[in-house]
């Protein structure tokens, strides 16, 4: 069954760091999301991206965060200086149409900010 | 109020046993409706859709009620691997994204 790949499965990073979190989505799939959950709360939207943009994005994601497709087959959520609440669990999904059919999840990145 | 609104639980329930979950949600405009299900610390995994005819998949069964705003799933003659948290998911019209509720916590006692 195809997968969506996340790395690393677990960073720690200092406050104030950038971190890049990595994602491989299905090959055939067209549209892409990030996801985050904080430890013991909801899943909580990001971001969607699209045809090389991006197409919503939530409250959540301000200036500090940033999405890319560097090539055909990476995509990536960058946060630029990260806080301590950005410790969360990101997950990145993707689907073939938009979200009437579903999604699939990777299986996350633990991002743990010292 | 919230989106979308699930009871938390836990639900302890002997194997075997049949389980409800309900869910409602507070945007007219949703459009597609979902179940998903998380095992701890574990990805969100696609149970089910949600159709307005009702549906059913093997022991698991969804129902939507539009009028009332309310979802449902039955699960049938539960098993040990069963346990896990159970995610109301919604899409409304027009959006891109997932809206998630809290989740059911499901436990299966032997």
């Known amino acids: 069954e195809p997968e969506v790949t996340q790395t690393p499965s677990h960073q720690v990073t200092q406050m104030g760091q950038e971190v890049i979190l990595r994602c491989v989505p299905i090959?055939?799939?067209?549209?892409f999301y990030w996801y985050r959950q904080i430890l013991g709360q909801k899943v909580e939207f990001l971001v969607s991206?699209?045809?090389?943009?991006?197409?919503?994005k939530s409250e959540i994601f301000d200036d500090q965060f940033s999405v890319e497709r560097p090539d055909g087959s990476n995509f990536t959520l960058k946060i630029r200086s990260t806080k301590l609440e950005d410790s969360a669990m990101y997950f990145c999904?993707?689907?073939?149409?938009?979200?009437?059919?579903?999604?699939?999840f990777g299986s996350g990145t633990r991002l743990t900010v010292v | 109020r919230k989106e979308v609104e699930q009871d938390p639980g836990p639900f302890n329930v002997p194997e075997g046993a049949t389980v409800a979950f309900n869910c409602t949600y507070s945007?007219?405009?949703?459009?597609?409706f979902f179940w998903y299900r998380q095992d701890c610390r574990k990805e969100p995994k696609l149970l089910m859709s949600?159709?307005?005819s009702g549906n059913e998949d093997g022991r698991f069964t969804a129902q939507l009620n539009r009028a009332s705003q309310y979802i449902s799933l039955l699960i049938r003659d539960s098993k040990l691997s069963d346990s896990a948290t159970y995610l109301c998911?919604?899409?409304?019209?027009?959006?891109?994204?997932?809206?998630f509720g809290t989740g059911t916590r499901l436990t299966i006692i032997p």
């Open positions: 998911v919604v899409n409304n019209f027009g959006n891109e994204k997932l809206t």
């Open positions: 945007n007219s405009a949703s459009q597609s």
């Open positions: 999904a993707s689907s073939v149409r938009q979200p009437n059919y579903g999604y699939t």
């Open positions: 949600v159709y307005s």
């Open positions: 991206f699209y045809n090389n943009e991006i197409s919503e």
């Open positions: 090959s055939n799939h067209l549209y």
